[in-house]
């Protein structure tokens, strides 16, 4: 599975970005999309996810309500919608790819195997 994220960049804090995530090499029925940022000295956390045959959603706690994974079938493309965005938030976001029927949880990084390049987000207070 090869994923390209694109969409970051500069925003001020209130703002709002979309980011998205285009898949190739693999059939994605049976995947998680997870999303993902780091930021700068600090460990990669999860954001959000979709099952891509479902279309049920997964939040960490602090973005809940002001961000959305959603999916497009016909594109292969996974989006976040980030709404009111802190500068806390300022990280550099990663898209990732996980096969279902992994037992670990979908909001550990160690359980996706496949990642994108990651794109940069930036929020000015």
């Known amino acids: 599975v090869q994923l390209q994220a694109s969409g970051g960049g500069l925003v001020q804090a209130g703002g709002s970005l979309r980011l998205s995530c285009a898949a190739s090499?693999?059939?994605?029925?049976?995947?998680?999309m997870g999303w993902f940022r780091q930021a700068p000295g600090k460990e990669r956390e999860f954001v959000g996810a979709?099952?891509?045959?479902?279309?049920?959603?997964y939040y960490t706690d602090s973005v809940r309500g002001r961000f959305t994974v959603s999916r497009d079938n016909t594109e292969n493309t996974v989006y976040l919608q980030m709404n009111s965005l802190k500068p806390e938030e300022t990280a550099i976001y990663y898209c990732?790819?996980?096969?279902?029927?992994?037992?670990?949880?979908?909001?550990?990084?160690?359980?996706?195997?496949?990642w994108g390049q990651g794109t940069q987000v930036t929020v000015s207070s």
């Open positions: 090499g693999r059939t994605l029925s049976n995947y998680f």
């Open positions: 979709i099952s891509w045959s479902s279309g049920l959603t």
């Open positions: 990732a790819a996980r096969d279902q029927s992994r037992t670990v949880g979908i909001s550990r990084k160690e359980g996706y195997p496949y």
